[in-house]
């Protein structure tokens, strides 16, 4: 009994897409940018094996479809008695290098290698990710048989099977669309909903009548939004930038509209720049706009960095357009971030460019991950070309942000995709952990753009292309933090980086899509040429930041 039903088990897998789906299994526990978890590991795997095993599945169709030879009796449960046999021996040996695998990521990063059981999770989680997906295929299967034999008896054959798999796509489509996908929506914009409006403890409300967010402010304190709350109380006191620049300082002024500050785009911008003009940001040195990430965040490390180069003499601006996870934000509200980045740039730079040159403050615009997309989007070169803003300093840009597309594409020859050097550096430059790339001879102009990435930052890297053609980045050299032992494969290297992109954010501090403060420091030294800071004073602005910012716990 227990014989027979483990022949129909294994009969009723398709031997073409055990050996298809073994392969990309294998794969996928290979080295991709990031260090993975056992379950992300097992997800991985088991989804590719799923993948490589309908893929295997149709081939087989498609070959009986065009009615080519095939192997029956003895030579078919032979071949298939081997398959089974390979298979298991392939994923044993590939299930017990994964571990020495992930350790290579991890060498590359500074990280303490992975745990014995990481292997046991891989393959159970693994097991399961597989038998669900398959599961589901045959569930879905058997929706269409039956949607297919009831109407059989209206319509020819074919037609029947045509009408059976559109009802059947139609169906689970409705499931997946009306059920999971909008409940799911809705559980985490609650949740992100109740996080924006927390109030926590290290979130003083400021006292002094310039502050944004004060009794004297024009933007309500209790509708700033958890980010915004956050990002204006952590605004350094003059004193703290005085005892370490040892120069005289001015107390930074951050400028934050939350999204439930007003109704609209326009009236959060209008508030905005209201704000701007009572707090008299229009007469510092520098002016920064900041566009958020989804969750609202505004990096601090990045102006935290600006604001000591500077003197304090600097105004931030920021308006919160969303308060969901990048991805979701992306995928619920494109184009949104955008528009709101759009309207703040157009009124600050109207205000900024109607000045005397001589009297207004340098304009920088900042954004990091979904923040630095919408930042380059903002605003078109051409319209302000006449008179052009200082400069933007764009950090961990999503793959599709416009301005990095086209410097990677056109970079000079020989130069790598993970460290472009674009024409002769007089524009846009690239700096990662180690500094910026060779930029030539020419000196860097009035208008600077820079690109802070890291080469094992799979939100910038990541590229749907990556399913059927090899990335360029991972040419020789490649960059310092990316493990010599990984290679591409179609679909797999796919599958993989998409599970390395929400796991950016818990990278090693400086890796990933976690970016150092100190990499701020000296990418924004290089664009703001400040007087009196230099490699020593740095370092030790760097240090003073990252135990201010607690970046050991970042």
């Known amino acids: 009994m227990i014989t027979t039903l483990a022949k129909r088990f294994a009969g009723s897998f398709c031997t073409a897409g055990l050996l298809l789906g073994t392969l990309f299994f294998a794969a996928s526990v290979t080295p991709s940018l990031l260090p993975r978890t056992s379950l992300t590991q097992g997800v991985v795997s088991g989804s590719a094996f799923a993948a490589g095993y309908a893929l295997g599945y149709w081939t087989r169709e498609l070959w009986r479809y065009l009615e080519l030879p095939a192997l029956y009796g003895r030579a078919r449960l032979a071949v298939t008695s081997l398959a089974w046999l390979g298979c298991a021996g392939v994923l044993i040996y590939f299930i017990w290098r994964s571990a020495g695998w992930q350790d290579s990521i991890r060498a590359a990063m500074g990280e303490e290698p992975t745990e014995g059981l990481h292997r046991v999770g891989v393959a159970l989680v693994a097991l399961g990710v597989f038998g669900g997906l398959v599961a589901l295929a045959r569930l879905f299967r058997l929706t269409f048989e039956f949607a297919s034999r009831a109407i059989r008896r209206h319509v020819d054959r074919r037609v029947s099977h045509v009408a059976g798999f559109v009802i059947a796509l139609a169906l689970f489509w409705s499931l997946a669309d009306g059920v999971l996908f909008r409940v799911g929506l809705r559980m985490a914009d609650s949740s992100y909903r109740q996080l924006d409006a927390l109030f926590e403890e290290d979130t003083a409300r400021p006292v002094a009548p310039l502050a944004s967010g004060s009794s004297a402010s ?177 950090s961990g840009p999503p793959f599709s942000t416009p301005t990095w597309r086209s410097a990677t594409a056109g970079r000079v020859p020989g130069s790598p995709a993970w460290m472009p050097r674009f024409r002769d550096g007089s524009v846009i430059r690239f700096a990662n952990q180690n500094g910026f790339a060779d930029s030539g001879d020419a000196p860097w102009g009035p208008m600077r753009i820079a690109f802070l990435q890291y080469a094992s930052d799979p939100i910038t890297f990541f590229a749907p292309e990556t399913v059927y053609r090899r990335p360029e980045w991972l040419d020789r050299p490649r960059g310092p933090d990316v493990s010599p032992d990984l290679r591409w494969y179609p679909v797999v290297t796919a599958l993989q980086l998409i599970a390395d992109m929400p796991a950016g954010m818990s990278a090693p501090l400086g890796h990933g899509h976690v970016y150092a403060v100190a990499d701020y420091v000296e990418v924004w030294h290089a664009m703001l040429d400040p007087s009196g800071w230099n490699a020593r004073a740095r370092a030790r602005l760097s240090a003073h930041l990252s135990e201010a910012l607690g970046e050991d716990e970042y």
């Open 218 to 394: 024009l933007i309500d304190w209790t509708e700033m939004g958890r980010m915004g709350r956050k990002f204006v109380s952590a605004t350094p006191a003059r004193e703290e930038i005085a005892g370490i620049s040892g120069a005289a300082a001015r107390r930074p002024q951050r400028v934050y509209v939350g999204l439930n500050s007003a109704e609209t785009v326009e009236a959060r911008v209008a508030l905005a720049m209201a704000e701007l003009e009572r707090t008299g940001a229009f007469g510092r040195d520098v002016m920064v706009l900041a566009t958020p990430t989804g969750t609202g965040m505004v990096d601090p490390g990045a102006i935290a960095a600006v604001e000591y180069l500077a003197g304090g003499d600097v105004a931030t601006v920021a308006v919160q357009y969303s308060y969901l996870a990048s991805w979701l934000a992306l995928l619920t509200e494109p184009g949104y971030g955008a528009e709101t980045a759009e309207a703040l740039f157009n009124a600050v730079y109207e205000r900024w460019s109607a000045m005397p040159s001589e009297s207004r403050p340098r304009l920088y615009l900042h954004g990091l991950s979904l923040g630095a997309l919408n930042s380059d989007l903002s605003f078109d070169l051409f319209d302000v070309i006449g008179d052009p803003v200082d400069g933007a300093l764009w």
